[in-house]
């Protein structure tokens, strides 16, 4: 009787652990199924890469403020070219990463008509004079102390999205964004085809262009 007793209380034991183990597994599963829902981001648009048709573009970008050494923009001022904005900053990591990419694509492009602009955010004068001055990103930026040049953005980008860049047409409407670092043939392709566009001016111009450089 004594060894059918320790018989099956030791299979009552092994029972009780497996339903532990399995119970202890069930919510460690659960826990991280949950957590990896939270961190995803409920409007997938927000991220990444957006090109907007022609016809679907709005209202051309009024943008402008004071640069880096205390000049006046107005991008209103580059209608009929191509305008690339660059959201950053001196403490940015990825900021640092894309700059080499943005700086070879500005050089490239910008006797095809192609300016750049960046918006320098959260920082201060010498610390993005600085940077400017080791990555060689010699385009003008404004230097938005109060936000006011990012609150522009924030239909098109998120406002914490840094970096961020955009691509207007000659019209100045935004033709494309992309949320993060910007890889340099992606920006080469996206500024090649609104290039290629057709304008009051050259009506006959592709609508595409080759995305590679």
Request: include cysteine; charged fraction near 20%; aromatic fraction near 6%.
């Amino acid at each position: 009787m004594e060894a059918e007793r320790r018989k099956a209380g030791g299979r009552w034991w092994v029972t009780f652990v497996v339903i532990l183990t399995t119970g202890v597994l069930v919510f460690v599963g659960l826990r991280s199924w949950l957590s990896a829902e939270a961190d995803t981001p409920s409007d997938t648009t927000s991220t990444g890469l957006t090109i907007v048709a022609p016809d679907q573009r709005g209202e051309p970008l009024a943008l402008s403020g004071q640069t880096l050494d205390e000049q006046s923009l107005d991008i209103a001022d580059w209608r009929g070219d191509v305008v690339v904005i660059n959201l950053w900053g001196s403490w940015c990591g990825p900021c640092r990463e894309e700059a080499p990419g943005l700086v070879r694509v500005w050089r490239s492009t910008r006797e095809q008509g192609v300016r750049f602009v960046g918006i320098d955010v959260k920082d201060n004068r010498a610390a993005a004079n600085a940077y400017v001055n080791h990555f060689g990103t010699d385009y003008p930026s404004i230097f938005d102390e109060d936000a006011s040049a990012q609150l522009v953005l924030a239909g098109h980008v998120p406002v914490n999205a840094i970096p961020s860049t955009l691509v207007l047409d000659r019209e100045g409407r935004v033709a494309a964004t992309v949320v993060g670092p910007v890889d340099e043939d992606t920006l080469r392709g996206l500024v090649t085809d609104v290039l290629a566009e057709p304008t009051a001016g050259n009506p006959s111009a592709p609508t595409t262009a080759s995305s590679g450089s």
